[in-house]
T-cell receptor
Framework: ETGVTQSPTHLIKTRGQQVTLRCSSQ?????VSWYQQALGQGPQFIFQ???????GRGNFPPRFSGLQFPNYSSELNVNALELDDSALYLC????????????FGSGTRLTVV | KQEVTQIPAALSVPEGENLVLNCSFT??????LQWFRQDPGKGLTSLLL?????REQTSGRLNASLDKSSGRSTLYIAASQPGDSATYLC????????????FGTGTRLTVIP
């Protein structure tokens, strides 16, 4: 059973650019969530996808957007990058519902310069 | 709004000592509570998942308890080892919307050989 995989592992972008991060969910998991973790903080919820539809969103601006594909993999897109977007981006997957807990990937470290 | 607090923020213990990490949450209407481990710059590794109907859960040297009515959980680590050094995060999913996780800011544990 493969876990959650994220790519790339590290990324450096310039302010104003756009970035796409990718996540493959664990086998059998149809729900994917994205979290942003700033240094020294706990992860903050960005949004969640269930069966290709966004079904929840945290307090993040519209320039943070996402997709989920029929195989349940997902993308996180961030437009007009700002310096404060520098963080570790974590993807988590779960079977339907919150009762089964979440499995996290290793994250993508994004640095905006 | 759910708030999750972890105390202490940092803890340093000699190898072999037993220790307790604390987690408190403000909204007791939770499905479950999940403890994670995070090594520096890495993703989250799930340690234990306690359902709201359970009082405790054990895995090896780890034991997690849950007192939903008082909004508290503890993670007990027996016979600590240097390899246990990491940040430990607790998280609870809310019962509405996307059931996304709310995280504490973590306890950074250092086990001294």
């Amino acid at each position: 059973e493969t876990g959650v995989t994220q790519s790339p592992t590290h990324l450096i972008k310039t302010r104003g650019q756009q970035v796409t991060l990718r996540c493959s969910s664990q086998s059998g998991h149809n729900t994917v969530s994205w979290y942003q973790q700033a240094l020294g903080q706990g992860p903050q919820f960005i949004f969640q996808y269930y069966r290709e539809e966004e079904n929840g969103r945290g307090n993040f601006p519209p320039r943070f957007s996402g997709l989920q594909f029929p195989n349940y993999s997902s993308e996180l897109n961030v437009n007009a990058l700002e310096l404060d977007d520098s963080a570790l981006y974590l993807c988590a997957s779960s079977p339907q519902g919150a009762n089964y807990g979440y499995t996290f990937g290793s994250g993508t470290r994004l640095t905006v310069v | 709004k759910q708030e999750v607090t972890q105390i202490p923020a940092a803890l340093s213990v000699p190898e072999g000592e037993n220790l307790v990490l604390n987690c408190s949450f403000t909204d007791s209407a939770i499905y479950n509570l999940q403890w994670f481990r995070q090594d520096p710059g890495k993703g989250l590794t799930s340690l234990l998942l306690i359902q709201s109907s359970q009082r405790e859960q054990t895995s090896g040297r780890l034991n997690a308890s849950l007192d939903k009515s008082s909004g508290r959980s503890t993670l007990y680590i027996a016979a600590s080892q240097p390899g246990d050094s990491a940040t430990y995060l607790c998280a609870v999913p809310i019962r509405t919307g996307a059931n996304n996780l709310f995280f504490g800011t973590g306890t950074r544990l250092t086990v001294i050989p």
